[in-house]
């Protein structure tokens, strides 16, 4: 089976994503973290370990990198409209990252159901371990 391509982006376009996987939407893990950022945000975050994201920008200028907490990641916003579209960690490893759902162009129909989750218990290695096994390699970068 051929990976599958999702385009998505923020509300204006500036900056968006590629996200290639196999997995059928209706089996996406899609998990709703219970950190403030991301309830703000209303942030349903996927990923696949053996797909592929590339993170775009039509104006490169307008991407915003924002951390917080133990500033593992930076969490990819558009500067202009304000949309949260994914999040990408670099490590010795490799760069990792994650999409936000809700920055799909088009929603797929059988989208899977959301997940609850909080990660308050993890230090700093434990967080960088599980994104660098279970988010998705990431291809590029648009800075």
Known sequence: MADTHYMG???CRAV??????RIEPSRWSIRACQCRFCRMH???STSDPDGSIEFLAARPELLSRYQFALRTADFLLCGQCGVYIGAVI???DGRFGIINTHALAEQP????GTQPMSY???????????????????TGVPW
Do not use: M
């Not at 129909?109 to 899977?112: M, S």
């Not at 308050?120 to 990431?138: F, I, Y």
């Open 16 to 21: 968006g994503f590629r996200f290639d996987t």
């Open 90 to 92: 670099e490590t010795n």
């Open 42 to 44: 209303d942030a349903l």
């Open 109 to 112: 129909e059988n989208l899977a």
């Open 120 to 138: 308050d218990s993890e230090d700093t290695g434990d967080r960088v371990g599980r994104r660098q096994q279970r988010w998705t390699p990431v």
């Open 9 to 11: 982006s923020c509300h």
